[in-house]
């Protein structure tokens, strides 16, 4: 019950902010046409808004309610991950080719903010098929990676030592075991590899 009133915080938070970045969008696409500029001010209000709604799209999958019969296309998924390519330290790659459940995508995205963690200095993260499983993979010029974290990835009861900026750890065991996905992690000196 607690973890389903989460999840539809989540939603509603998410919901009513989207639609006045999305009026701040229009205003800043107004502004460009009566002025007939293209400011670096207006440029960079414009990157900051279309940055700004990728990932409260994103946070709406990641930390929305989910039921197993909704979908998410993957023109979506690839549009919010392009987003966030566009304007941040890391780079998102999607080759899966069919839409996907959004509990599960829910999970890989969770999974994402996860690899971010193991990524301070930047870098890519790929997320496509091998097989049957899906593979999603973090490469870098440096590997943070904590490995008791990573470890409770496959408890199904989370710890409650987890800080704000791990709060996806805490979501992840049970999350994924809903979904019916068992992750395997392997780590290198530049790589984190998470297959489901």
């Not at 990641?62 to 549009?79: K, L, M, W």
């Not at 941040?88 to 069919?98: A, C, H, P, V």
């Amino acid at each position: 019950m607690q973890a389903d009133l989460a999840n539809l915080v989540g939603s509603r938070i998410c919901h009513d902010l989207i639609s006045p970045i999305g009026a701040i969008n229009n205003g800043v696409e107004l502004l460009a046409l009566t002025d007939g500029g293209t400011g670096a001010e207006l440029a960079l209000i414009k990157q900051s808004v279309e940055s700004a709604a990728a990932r409260i799209k994103f946070f709406r999958i990641a930390y929305g309610a989910a039921t197993p019969v909704q979908t998410v296309a993957r023109s979506e998924i690839r549009a919010i991950l392009a987003a966030l390519s566009d304007t941040g330290r890391i780079s998102y790659e999607w080759t899966l080719d069919d839409d996907q459940s959004r509990q599960k995508v829910r999970c890989i995205f969770l999974l994402l903010q996860a690899l971010e963690t193991a990524l301070p200095l930047g870098g890519a993260i790929a997320v496509g098929q091998s097989g049957h499983r899906i593979v999603l993979r973090a490469s870098g010029r440096r590997i943070a990676f904590e490995q008791s974290l990573w470890d409770g990835l496959t408890m199904t009861q989370a710890e409650p030592c987890h800080t704000a900026a791990q709060v996806q750890f805490a979501l992840l065991p049970g999350l994924l075991a809903e979904a019916g996905l068992s992750p395997r992690v392997s780590r290198t000196d530049d790589h984190v590899i998470v297959q489901l």
